[in-house]
């Protein structure tokens, strides 16, 4: 007998032991912890993207007026001498009056074109109010809506007034004639700019206002009072969208410099390098630039629009740098007004913030409406003048040797300047000002490379850095560049649209125009690409092809399904799922699509992936196929054949582990229900006819009379935590009563203990609760309706379906919706029954007779109680009975109006007015098939208004949008957990640490050897009856578990920390728990003997439980009263989880890929009572209701991985153990209370110990050598490895010395030497060693 100290760890308990043991916990993997787990599985909210322009405009016609009258001054203007002369660069003294002004007016016009050169020109020199209106009225009529430029030059005539006028000459220029600013106004109409050039013109814009005003008071009278005088004349047009540039103030005169042009303002909007170079180098700091003179500038090379010459490099730096100031200083809306709706007012807008800058140098403030913010001081400026002074430093040298032009640094160090921004910021910080700047350098292909290379690294911060980007400008850059056939900028291309297209999919439209999806068609067949830029560029066509049908068309000839299929078996998994999408979405309501798919056989291609080991790529594998046979066109007997073909193929997926997928697989399912509307609407006809004759036994009701003893004073009810499975735990939301009887259990000595299974211990619930979806009152099929005829048609035989061939698809496909119906997963099963109501409804209104029902057949009959013979409750009293609650409630009986000669039954709890429970909950509103339900009678025709069409054809899920979000989110961020510095990292070590405290300090105890353990330190009234306990590893937290909910309780602090419903139907019983990640994020698996798993996380903290996932870990189990129910083991090294019980296999699910990887036969005719596992040698044990004990590798085949069997008990395994070190044994234990030792590698066992005879429940201690058994006979027997016994408990502390119940559960704590147990009489004990110990 080797189980003495030796095999426990040495006692020396070094530092490097416990280092190495912390180091462990990093190395565990985690389950349940990606993004599919902690995200509801939605797309992002999409962002209002503003960047697109709702009017892109043109400026179409632009008037020139220029009043000069050269010669003459006017009288109110008193100028210098000498004085600026220069208008357009011309001296207008140079030359005879007349030539004069004819130059400088085709000069205006020269500058003009510059910026917009295919406007309509008009010139009117030295006009008269008539030439103006003439001018002005003819160009609003060619213009139509478009944008009208009025430039006015007042330079030769008096200042504005402040009645709002401006003065022009009469025709033989005797007189100044004053032009109201008012008429101005209605001859141009709207959309206009306007710029004066005049003295006071601030006066202009002021007057400007007011009268736009006085307009639009105009319009509301006029709307407002139709017989208004000003209603009966033609309406003043509204000003709203017009655009003033002003030379100054209302109270400033133009500055009268000689050495600059009059026209000051005219030549900064114009010709704004020429001016912009004049002044620097009239500025003190120009002496610094030596052998610069202001007849060497007129002498700078090149031309404007040519980059690569020096005068052209600084125009494309000036604009860049006006361009940034205005993004950087403007309100977002603004600047898309002025600076992207229309070329030539951005032109106009970047050259006033020069002239703002020069002339407040000569203390003249130009002015605009809508007003801008100064932006004469800011920093980008001095990058102007250092730009300047580089170029100006080399002309010199330039023009007299001919030296080579140096380019500006200016571009490479703004992009410097942004990449630090990049890497050197913190999360939350302004945007970068050098946005705009990248923008520009993507034109010049020095820099492209990197200037793609760091918008890449901008987009990839998130949603807002991409509206951002967009916002600026830089759609029509990008997609212009996708003309590129360069291969380098290939990956940085994908990249860049992946993150467009991920937070704004309208661009769809745009790339398909530009032939933009070629690029990527191209990207894809690549194979020289690596995975994840062909990812990208399947995700962005799977953009352009969703629900977008030219994109659909231009991506189908463009061979992208070919494509597709081709890149199926890619090992990137992300590849795989967008693939699959990318098809899902191509052929969706899209035939030429599907037809081609058909004929490369993409279903049965894409049937490789519904095994694959990723669910997201099994998901959207699903998704694809549901929308091939989701097309809606007339159908032929080879595509109904198809459709068949994948409808078996998904039906496979049935009992799949993730819940994700199942829900993907219903929406799939209902794609083809909708397809074959009428064919299902017979199967459910015929389901809802089986359904009312037939009457299953409930495995709940079917316990012997003779075990039933009469129900005991329930305790109060406690009240349940709301739980959220995302929104809700179907049933929690429809209020429960948690009212528990209890069944004692009377054990008849003559039956023998053979006859008697720890599986009995289950409590019954006497209150029937309703497991419907929160809207039951709207669903015709009620929960526990379809839940019987699931089982219905899994125990009758069906072939008596009349006119539906037993196995034809449909039927099939409805017995696949209907366990879909019952799945553990409420959002799996709220989806089905949507699918499946949304039938039954149109199967029944098309099968209803005119005159629907006689009030007579509205069955009237009380919920049954689940009594032992389901008799039916009978209310005493007066009280009528509820009409119409309950459809066949679960005890499968045909309800039968209740009779006056059955004995009057009491509810076993009859709720007090007031009391916890409302009537209702008493008595589930489930309805019968036909019912229209009591509250509306049926009327003749009655039409089916008042019920909800479930389903519409865009059922779906949101995984595409969810798995869309990806591209939206960082992707070369380093993740939270990676980042040492960040908090979940922090927490993390925190746990990390207590866990090795934990370990270190508990093998201290056990160490030293524990020879008493009856210390209680721990006792109180659990809400329902202990079923399960389990002991939290590291913290003081504790899990009970009763039939059907689970409570926590902190048994250090001795109080209660939550209590929730595990969700499980009323007929089954949670048998097993288990805590997973217990050494970091905790969940709790949660297995009921229906063979559901669940899995919560956020229990016993202050929020809300969650449902994380749920799957039918083990099916056709029928949950029966004496089965083990289900039986689970958990390896955390591995990930695997090992589940069995009332069947016929072990079945080994692997969590990370949720999916079942083994099902080892157990070549037994008996259920599986205990596993355990030790995944350093692959060994698994079973213990077994026959006794028998088998050890199983399951490295090895089906047929040969059954390595031993143990027959040496005589009944029921209650524990089979197997020790985790490497020649660790196998401890079994029956219910005789036989403790057998086995070595894995002898046939027989090498030790035996006899314990208490009756035993309810055992539990070994992992660490200290110590088995515990509780007894049927009230009582708990703690033994060491020889067999002795060290405590024997059968009273609680306190509590006047109380006899424990018959005890229904116990267990070790896995490190410290606690021994929680539970018992029939709803009490929950821990018990510990000697406190000197602890």
Known sequence: ?????????????????????????????????????????????????????????????????????????????????????????????????????????????????????????????????????????????????????????????????????????????????????????????????????????????????????????????????????????????????????AACEASELLPMNPDLPADLFTSCLTTPIKIALRWFCMQKSAKLVPGVTLDLIEKIPGRLNDRRT?????????????????????????FQKLFRQDLLVASLFRNFLLAERIMRSYNCTPVSSPRLPPTYMHAMWQAWDLAVDICLSQLPTIIEEGTAFRHSPFFAEQLTAFQVWLTMGVENRNPPEQLPIVLQVLL??????????????????????????????????????????????????????????????????????????????????????????????????????????????????????????????????????????????????????????????????????????????????????????????????????????????????????????????????????????????????????????????????????GNLTPVRDSPAIPRLRSVNSYTNIRAATTARNLNKSLQNLNLNEEGGPAAFSPGNLSTSSSASSTLGSPDNDEYILSFETIDKMRR??????????????????????????????????????????????????????????????????????????????????????????????????????????????????????????????????????????????????????????????????????????????????????????????????????????????????????????????????FINRNPGVPSVVKFHPFNTCIAVADKDSICFWDWEKGERLDYFYNGNPRYTRITAMEYLNG?????????????????????????????VTAWQGLSDMLPTTRGAGMVVDWEQETGLLMTSGDVRVVRIWDTDREMKIQDIPTGADSCVTSLSCDSQRSLIVAGLGDGSVRVFDRRMGPNECRVMTYREHGAWVVKAHLQKETDGHIISVSVNGDVRFFEPRSPDSVNVLQTVKGLTALDIHPQANLFACGSMNQFIAVYNSNGDVISNIKYYDGFMGQRIGAISCLAFHPHWPHLAVGSNDYYMSIYSAEKRLR
Not at 464 to 479: D, E, M, Q
Not at 638 to 653: E, F, G, K, P, Y
């Open 792 to 1017: 219905v048609s899994s125990y009758s035989s069906l072939n008596s379906l009349i006119g539906v061939s037993f196995n034809s698809v449909y039927t099939q496909i409805w017995r696949v919706l209907l366990h879909l119906a019952a799945d553990p997963f409420p959002e799996v099963s709220d989806l089905a029954m949507k699918v499946l109501n949304s039938i039954a409804y149109k199967a029944t209104m098309n099968a209803r007779p005119q005159r629907i029902l006689d009030s007579g057949s509205l069955t009237q009959s009380a919920p049954a109680s689940p009594t032992s013979k389901g008799t039916h409750i009978h209310q005493a009293g007066g009280s009528p009975p509820m009409p119409s609650t309950s459809s066949s409630s679960l005890t499968n009986e045909v309800p039968k109006p209740p009779t006056r000669e059955q004995p009057a039954t009491r509810p076993p709890y009859t709720p007090t007015l007031g009391g916890q429970a409302p009537h209702s909950h008493q008595f589930p509103r489930t309805r019968k098939m036909f019912d229209k339900g009591p509250e509306q009678a049926a009327e003749d025709g009655d039409e089916p208004g008042g019920h909800r069409n479930y389903i519409c054809p865009a059922l779906q899920t949101g995984l595409c949008d969810w798995s869309a979000k990806y591209f939206a989110q960082p992707v070369m961020k380093i993740p939270e957990e990676h980042d040492v510095e960040s908090q979940v990292r922090m927490e993390r070590q925190w746990r990390f640490l207590r866990n090795t405290r934990v370990r270190r300090q508990s093998r201290g105890i056990t160490q030293k050897g524990v020879s008493r353990l009856d210390d209680q330190i």
């Open 1079 to 1107: 050494h970091d994020c905790s969940l709790l698996l949660t297995a009921t003997d229906d063979g559901a798993l669940r899995i919560w996380k956020n229990f016993a903290d202050q929020k809300n439980p969650e449902m």
């Open 444 to 705: 010049s292909q020095v820099h492209r490379l990197r200037a793609l290379d760091l918008l890449g690294r901008f987009l990839d911060l998130g949603p807002w850095a991409v509206s951002l980007a967009l916002s600026v400008g830089i759609f029509p850059y990008v997609l212009k560049l996708l003309q590129s056939s360069a291969r380098e900028l290939r990956p940085l291309l994908v990249f860049i649209w992946a993150k467009i297209l991920a937070v704004d999919s309208s661009c769809q439209a745009d790339l398909v125009k530009d032939n933009g999806h070629k690029y990527f068609l191209s990207v894809l067949a690549d194979s020289y690409m690596p995975a994840e830029h062909r990812t990208m560029a399947v995700f962005i066509l799977a953009v352009i092809v969703n629900s977008y049908n030219t994109g659909q068309e231009a991506c189908l000839q463009g061979n992208l399904i070919a494509n597709c299929l081709e890149q199926l078996s890619d090992p990137h998994p992300l590849l795989r799922q967008w693939v699959a999408i990318c098809l899902g979405r191509i052929w969706q309501n899209f035939e030429p699509a599907r037809w081609c798919g058909v004929r490369d056989s993409a279903h049965e291609k894409l049937y490789t992936l519904l095994s694959d080991p990723i669910p997201e790529v099994r998901c959207a594998a699903v998704f694809a196929l549901g929308t091939f046979v989701g097309n809606s066109a007339e159908r032929t007997d080879h595509s109904t054949t198809i459709d068949h073909n994948v409808a078996m193929m998904l039906a496979q997926l049935i009992n799949d582990g993730s819940p994700v997928v199942r829900k993907e697989l219903v929406v799939a399912l209902s794609h083809l229900v909708v397809q074959y509307e009428s064919n299902f609407c017979t199967v459910a006809l015929q389901f809802i006819e089986e359904e009312k004759n037939y009457s299953v036994p409930s495995p709940a009701n079917t316990a012997e009379p």
């Open 310 to 334: 020096p005068l052209g490099e600084l125009n494309w730096i000036f604009t860049a740098i006006t361009d940034t100031i205005a993004w950087n200083v403007l309100p977002r809306d603004l």
């Open 1 to 245: 007998m080797k189980m003495d100290s030796d095999l426990l760890h040495s006692p020396a308990v070094g530092l490097a032991e416990e280092e190495e043991a912390d180091m462990n916990d990093w190395k565990l993997p985690l389950a349940f912890m990606k993004k599919r787990h902690s995200e509801k599985i939605e797309g992002s909210k999409a962002l209002a993207q503003s960047w697109r322009m709702k009017d892109r405009m043109k400026t179409v016609s632009v008037a020139l007026v220029l009043c000069l009258n050269v010669g003459v001054d006017p009288p109110d203007v008193v100028k210098t001498s000498p004085c600026a002369r220069l208008e357009c660069w011309i001296d207008p003294l140079s030359m005879s009056p007349q030539k004069a002004l004819e130059t400088i007016g085709a000069n205006l016009q020269k500058q003009y074109e510059n910026w917009q050169p295919r406007a309509r020109y008009k010139q009117s020199l030295d006009p008269t109010v008539d030439e103006v209106k003439k001018l002005c009225t003819s160009l609003r009529r060619n213009a139509k809506e478009e944008r009208v430029l009025f430039h006015y030059n007042g330079h030769g005539v008096p200042r504005p007034t402040v009645n709002g006028e401006i003065w022009v000459f009469n025709k033989n220029y005797t007189q100044y004639i004053p032009l109201s600013i008012y008429d101005l106004q209605t001859w141009m109409g709207s959309p206009s700019i306007f710029v004066y050039d005049c003295s006071n013109a601030g006066i202009i814009v002021k007057s400007f206002k007011q009268f736009a005003l006085q307009r639009e008071q105009e319009l509301e009278v006029a709307a407002i009072n139709p017989s208004h005088p000003l209603a009966q004349m033609p309406l003043p047009p509204s000003m709203k969208n017009c655009i003033q540039l």
